[in-house]
DNA sequence: TATATATTCAATAATTATATTGATTATTGA
DNA sequence: TCAATAATCAATATAATTATTGAATATATA
């Protein structure tokens, strides 16, 4: 084999896999998998989707390797193929944040409108952690916090947060984290919070960076 | 602005993204520019493209914001737009060596059938060179060496090689290096030089992996 | 100013990707 | 066994991507 045959299959092998990444469905499909394993009546209904038109972006992902399946009874739950592939999710949203100011403007645009300003970085969290003056809730859908959450949070979803609010404490500050720096849903929790007379903030990142970083997670 | 038309926008601006990576060639391209600034006809050439199309590749690159260009006298000159762009690249490299067993076999055969086994890190090249028992030759074109060289790396590209054997040393071993782990050019020199009698290996890595991880370069 | 060179542009045909629809398969539980 | 549910498959129309060709636009140099 010549040198430029070589480099064609490799390059070529290299694209089917970025090819498999070139479409927003997929990508968004990737960032909830990031969260654990799901099913594909969970994944269409997160992202909006049709379930035929999921199970085919799903086996889309599935022929790049980029995703794994398991079958338990009637469901069959996708996953992510490794932690490389979340790798490469974090860096290509870095990169989109780095490079088109529209995204930027329109997660500024969408969090201001919702007064969330303070985010909490992982370092300051852990540190209030260790103070005892932060207590951590996760906003995401239960079944995203029962697959892997970070030690010591509280489950409290969108929406059970307004019949939860008792149960949080007024002397602590409440960080609320969810899917990642893309999510809205922490900011969300976020207003409402303030607006009931809680000190809140976002957590910065979500869980799946989280984890990434090797931080102290509850996984079942 | 509701949650789905705030995710739908974020997702598809970053698609934009993976849009723009998803041909091999386009990953060729953005490998090459790694190693400096280029200009449409080098790019072609080292592609195997015609100018047409290298320059509509260039294209389809600038308008995702991968690239930047600067023009100079009649040539217009083509880099990658930042840092993240040569990570995204580097973390789908990984990714494709950890789920696609035909990239690996691909590279490990062009190799083995070059005889060139060894392999040397980045720390172990620190190493022998603190102890003066490395020498470290550049095999890639005279223009990338011009654009960013591992420090005390001296030029020999390829087509040089057997004509500069007499100034390369037997006492030392030589480590050849190129454009990255999955260039071939490293291997090459190896192949030859050990045939030739001298002590040789590869460096795992090549030039821009080098300057990513902060160590020693000359650039112009 | 004329000419050669570097690059882009515009049009096109061939290929590939996508969403939708309805049918099919596999599994559970009545 | 039969109905309900979860997911895939197959077919199709629409849209997007790609390589090629030849023309057009700059820029440098004679």
Redesign the pocket.
């Known amino acids: 084999m010549n040198v430029r045959d070589f480099k064609n299959k490799v390059y070529g092998e290299l694209a089917v896999i970025t090819?498999a990444l070139?479409?927003?469905?997929?990508l968004e499909i990737i960032e909830l998998l990031a969260q654990g394993p799901s099913?594909?009546?969970?994944i269409?209904d997160e992202t909006a989707?049709?379930?035929?038109?999921?199970?085919?972006?799903?086996?889309?992902l599935?022929s790049a390797r980029l995703v794994a399946?398991e079958?338990?009874?009637?469901?069959?739950?996708?996953s992510l193929a490794n932690r490389h592939v979340f790798e490469v999710w974090n860096s290509m949203r870095e990169l989109g944040l780095s490079r088109n100011a529209e995204v930027e403007r329109l997660i500024r645009d969408f969090r201001t409108s919702r007064k969330a300003m303070e985010s909490v970085t992982s370092g300051e969290l852990l540190n209030r952690l260790e103070k005892g003056s932060a207590f951590v809730i996760d906003v995401r859908p239960r079944k995203e916090y029962e697959a892997g959450h970070i030690a010591s949070a509280v489950s409290v979803p969108q929406d059970e947060l307004i019949r939860k609010l008792k149960s949080l404490p007024k002397d602590k500050q409440i960080v609320a984290y969810c899917r990642g720096p893309l999510c809205a849903m922490a900011d969300e929790a976020v207003e409402i919070l303030q607006e009931k007379g809680y000190r809140a903030a976002r957590l910065e990142i979500g869980y799946p960076e989280w984890e990434l970083k090797g931080l102290a997670v509850n996984v079942t």
Do not use: C
């Open positions: 090819k070139a479409n927003p469905h997929r099913s594909v009546e969970y269409a989707l049709s379930i035929a038109n999921a199970s085919q972006h799903l086996q889309t599935k399946t079958k338990r009874g009637k469901y069959r739950y996708y």
